[in-house]
């Protein structure tokens, strides 16, 4: 969906690095989220946000920290990269009024 | 804790037939389901929804059924097409979640020409 972008679009970082991962929308939407998808299993929540000063862990949080900078930016950061990070991750954004998800491209990130 | 489940994990159809894919929800309070499009390199995109108080819902060549009795979903696309193929995935909701969604792990549905 063009109104959710993520940058980069691909990632090839090594163990003990710090990288963020950055989402936009122009959906003016007030919910922000950040899920992991690997081979094999549904996405996986590990952030999200309800407003800008509202943040709150997912399923897999661990690793990881986010930063709302704005009601339309949502980012991601991995403190100290390790190699079972590596995924491909989602940005989704939802109004609060209506449940639906609408997701970015994804970021494909490898940790070497 | 929460489990969304798909029967099968790959498909396969001729053009012009109907697929039909299944996903299974274990929450009985799940109030909310989407099935979602993913493409390849891509996001996955929205493809319908349904809410617990309808067990049909139809939309352009998809029509999604809900068998809550049985925590049963499933997403049926008519005369089948090239464009469709693609991964498929459930994901459901509750409020007792706090309306965060489970997905499914996905169906691979491939058309044949």
């Known amino acids: 969906d063009a109104d959710v972008t993520q940058t980069p679009r691909n990632r090839i970082t090594k163990t003990g690095k710090r990288i963020m991962l950055e989402c936009s929308q122009t959906?003016?939407?007030?919910?922000m989220y950040w899920y992991r998808q690997d081979p094999g299993l549904g996405l996986r929540l590990i952030y999200y946000?309800?407003?800008?000063?509202?943040?709150n862990k997912g399923e897999i949080s661990d690793g990881y920290s986010v930063s709302r900078q704005a009601q339309a930016k949502f980012s991601l950061s991995l403190e100290s990269a390790i190699p079972n990070q590596t995924a491909l991750y989602f940005c989704?954004?939802?109004?609060?009024?209506?449940?639906?998800?609408?997701f970015g491209p994804g970021t494909r990130l490898l940790v070497l | 804790g929460e489990s969304v489940g798909l029967h099968l994990p790959t498909l396969s159809v001729q053009e012009g037939d109907n697929s039909i894919i299944n996903c299974a929800y274990s929450n009985s309070a799940s109030d909310y389901f989407i099935w979602y499009k993913q493409e390849s390199g891509k996001g996955p995109q929205f493809i319908i929804d349904?809410?617990?108080?309808?067990d049909k819902r139809q939309g352009q060549r998809v029509t999604v059924l809900l068998n809550k009795t049985v925590k049963h979903l499933s997403l049926q696309i008519a005369a089948t097409q090239p464009g469709d193929s693609a991964v498929y995935f459930c994901a459901e909701t509750s409020p007792h979640t706090g309306n965060q969604f489970y997905f499914g792990t996905g169906t691979s549905l491939t058309v044949i020409p």
């Open positions: 959906k003016g939407h007030d919910r």
């Open positions: 946000s309800f407003d800008v000063k509202d943040i």
């Open positions: 989704a954004t939802s109004d609060s009024r209506v449940e639906t998800q609408y």
């Open positions: 349904i809410r617990s108080n309808m």
